[in-house]
């Protein structure tokens, strides 16, 4: 068994793989970048060292570095966790040839699975069920255009090099086809490098099920029994499950062998997962289920897999990687129960789901699931990383078990003044359709109005805060509640300031659960800061309305729409911003006028910078 182990990662996988190594009595060493030093990954481990400033390709994309720390630390391994170098096969060789144990995919499979072109070839070649559609070796937009006539729309334009759901453009009508593909082409080009396409039918109802294989250095290939994905926005995976709902026994195996032969095809040893897209409208069938492509690493959702199956996946990697064969043969591993995972983001749905950013100064997670998160209370979230704050998992005996529990655990989630997506995830998990087994990639977008939380607190929310108030008030009413009233029939009656506006609130028994610490209410995963009115105010609210448009995250301009003395109407929109991989438009908070103008295309912005202001409001 490998003795030392280096982690090339950070936050939540990072502890994830300290905490089975330390279990496995295997020396553990982080490397870490300048704002991580206090992190609890580079505590937890035995050794720690740092290895460049914050972003990304300054230290934990930094090869050179990284070997450089597993030389001075004797680290005997590396594990590269997720995202990052994980499926860099260049790294994988150099790792290797600086005579260290890679705890990741053999390079020449993650170069064969690397491009999504080059590996639905190889897995038509296996035998192996792909989405119908074009590989493209002909890139002429003339030809791309034909073949997606002839496949028939809608069509799904993907790039070859493209992931993390970057780099695809659904075409609904042939006539928009020549527009849709220039402006994938682009995309793939900025954030690939390489603009090559391929195009695919697009799967109606479609499902996302992936299979959990796992290949050792015998020749060995098992899978782990597939999950469901299918709870995703803008492509990117929010609640995760296995098994999948409505899964037979006869798709199940049909699925779990094509994943184990496309396995095989490429000589895998480690974990993988095979993704696959279901065409789900007339439920799950073997014969509707394809390839979509492989990831030659572990996944973000992989514990889902370890709770139905009882398996730890990092340990299983790190016997692999020390040579040992598969921990158990296919007939040894079954399905226990249900399990689901919903991914905790600082991010704001009811705004966008705009990233959230700063301090968590208020952190509690539930203890009733089993928690992965990378941050404690008092840790810091910012834009150089991705703002996933903690994994949610549990554990159920049925799927409405596991969905209850993890609602449940959703609901209870706590943070402040980092917004997150908690009462988002407690709604869908809640949500009847869901609830039947209804999942579809669309799920989020059709049911996104009653899913997202609105912006002005809801009665209940009112109800608590204002129920928090009201004991304060007893031989107390002159001096600390302004906007209370004295007369006895309205002695229920207290007006509320939540997020800076006030309420007048007729408390009514029972008053709804909530939590209150310090100014803020913990509802059903939302927070609210409230308090008592504030003598002199004039009420209507402040922040947004007093006409500064500011910039809600670090990001680039990359549109402004107006001009300085322009006449805007409320809501209209301003100015575009870009950060981490998602546009926020900035609207006009009021009618009015464009008073100053400091946003210029193409500029970069700190967080909380003057963009524009808009006077002649309210
Ligand atoms: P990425 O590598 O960027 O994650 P994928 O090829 O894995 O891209 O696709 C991401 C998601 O896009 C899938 O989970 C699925 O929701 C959707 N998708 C991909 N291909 C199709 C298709 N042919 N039809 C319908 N939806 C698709």
Not at 87 to 105: Q, T
Not at 147 to 171: H, N, Q, S, T
Request: aromatic share 6%; with cysteine; hydrophobic share 40%.
């Amino acid at each position: 068994m490998i003795e030392s182990l280096l982690i090339a990662n950070r936050g939540e996988i990072a502890r994830r793989i300290i905490r089975t190594a330390k279990r496995l009595g295997i020396r553990t060493i982080a490397v870490h970048s300048d704002i991580d030093a206090t992190m609890p990954f580079v505590r937890e481990a035995d050794e720690a060292m740092p290895i460049g400033p914050a972003a990304a390709r300054d230290s934990y994309l930094r090869q050179d570095r990284i070997l450089e720390a597993a030389r001075k630390t004797g680290a005997e391994a590396i594990h590269p966790g997720y995202g990052f170098l994980s499926e860099n096969a260049e790294f994988a060789e150099a790792v290797i040839a600086a005579g260290l144990i890679w705890v990741g995919a053999p390079p020449a499979a993650i170069r064969a699975m690397g491009l999504k072109d080059a590996a639905k070839q190889r897995m038509i070649d296996a035998g192996v069920p792909v989405t119908p559609g074009y590989l493209g070796e002909d890139q002429d937009p003339v030809r791309l255009q034909r073949e997606a006539d002839a496949i028939g729309y809608p069509v799904l334009i993907k790039a070859v090099a493209g992931g993390g759901g970057k780099g695809m453009r659904r075409v609904e009508r042939v006539e928009d086809f020549a527009a849709a593909l220039a402006s994938c082409q682009r995309e793939a080009a900025s954030s690939f490098g390489d603009d090559r396409v391929l195009i695919e039918k697009y799967i109606p109802s479609p499902r996302h099920i992936e299979v959990q294989v796992f290949g050792d250095s015998q020749g060995n290939v098992v899978h782990l029994f597939e999950r469901d994905c299918s709870l995703q926005r803008r492509h990117q995976k929010v609640i995760e499950e296995a098994p999948a709902p409505g899964m037979d026994a006869e798709t199940r195996e049909a699925v779990c062998q094509a994943a184990v032969k496309a396995a095989r095809s490429v000589n895998y040893v480690g974990a993988g997962t095979i993704e696959f897209i279901a065409d789900a409208s007339e439920g799950l069938r073997a014969d509707r289920i394809w390839f979509m492509e492989m990831n030659t690493r572990l996944q973000v959702e992989h514990p889902v897999t370890e709770a139905i199956t009882g398996q730890d996946l990092v340990e299983w990697q790190l016997r692999i990687a020390s040579g040992e064969p598969l921990p158990l043969k296919q007939d040894q591993l079954s399905i226990d129960g249900w399990a689901m995972e919903a991914r905790l983001y600082a991010e704001n749905p009811s705004n966008g789901f705009l990233p959230s950013m700063g301090r968590l100064g208020h952190l509690q997670l539930p203890e009733t699931v089993r928690i992965d998160s990378g941050v404690e209370r008092g840790d810091e979230v910012t834009s150089h990383y991705d703002p996933m704050i903690a994994k949610l998992i549990s554990h159920g005996k049925t799927r409405r078990d596991a969905a209850q529990k993890l609602g449940k655990a959703a609901a209870n989630v706590e943070v402040w003044p980092v917004r997150t997506n908690a009462a988002f995830l407690a709604r869908t998990l809640r949500h009847p359709d869901f609830l039947s087994g209804a999942v579809d990639t669309a799920f989020i977008e059709r049911h996104v109005n009653e899913l997202v939380p609105a912006l002005d607190p809801a009665e209940t929310v009112l109800q608590v805060a204002a129920s928090a108030l009201l004991p304060k008030q007893s031989g107390n009413v002159w001096t600390a509640l302004t906007g209370f009233r004295l007369n006895a029939a309205n002695d229920r009656r207290v007006t509320v300031e939540v997020n800076e506006k006030p309420y007048l609130v007729e408390v009514t028994d029972p008053r709804p659960a909530g939590r209150c610490e310090k100014g803020v209410l913990f509802l059903e995963g939302e927070a609210w800061a409230f308090g008592p009115r504030r003598a002199g105010h004039a009420g209507g609210g402040t922040g947004a309305s007093d006409g500064a448009i500011i910039a809600p995250m670090p990001g680039s301009v990359i549109a402004v729409s107006v001009a300085e003395g322009d006449s805007v109407k409320r809501g209209q929109p301003l100015i575009v911003i870009e950060a981490m991989k998602m546009e926020q438009t900035l609207n006009a908070p009021f009618d009015g006028v464009v008073a100053e103008l400091k946003a210029a295309k193409g500029s970069q912005v700190v967080e909380g910078s003057l963009l524009a202001r808009i006077e002649g409001g309210e």
